[in-house]
């Protein structure tokens, strides 16, 4: 029996929002790592940054998520 996805819009949308989230994650790394061995302000400004962007683009793909629910 094939598995067909019924919902192949939505799916990439959840992907689309998973993939700033591993971002998230990442930097959210680098800046712990980077604060345990005195890393430079640029390096930690420019993590941060990366992690508020990608913080947006996930929003962005959630409300996209949210909108397709409702049709």
């Known amino acids: 029996m094939q598995n067909k996805d019924k919902h192949p819009d939505l799916n ?32 930690l400004t420019e ?6 962007d990608n913080c947006q683009k996930c929003s962005h793909s959630l409300q996209q998520i949210s909108e397709a629910l409702r049709q």
Do not use: F, Y
């Open 12 to 43: 990439k949308k959840v992907h689309d929002a998973r993939t700033p989230l591993n971002q998230i994650s990442m930097q959210a790394e680098l800046i712990k790592i980077l604060i345990e061995s005195n890393g430079s302000a640029e390096k």
């Open 47 to 52: 993590a941060a940054q990366k992690i508020i």
